[in-house]
């Protein structure tokens, strides 16, 4: 059951932080080259987050 709802809630925490990137890129006029980098580096960042919390959470 809770990995069901972590599961949910990560996808959903990974949806937002794309979408207030995008707004970042649109805001800042970050050039169309860059911008696939700059997504790839915060959704490792943020998977690598959830994961560890994820582990946190689940082992403790």
Known sequence: ??????IFFALF???MI????????????IPEERQPKVFRTINILIT????????????T
């Open 48 to 59: 690598i987050l959830l994961t560890s919390s994820y582990l946190k959470i689940f082992f």
């Open 13 to 15: 925490i990974l949806f």
């Open 1 to 6: 059951m809770v990995v069901t709802f972590y």
């Open 18 to 29: 794309n979408t207030m990137t995008n707004s970042l890129c649109l805001q800042k006029e």
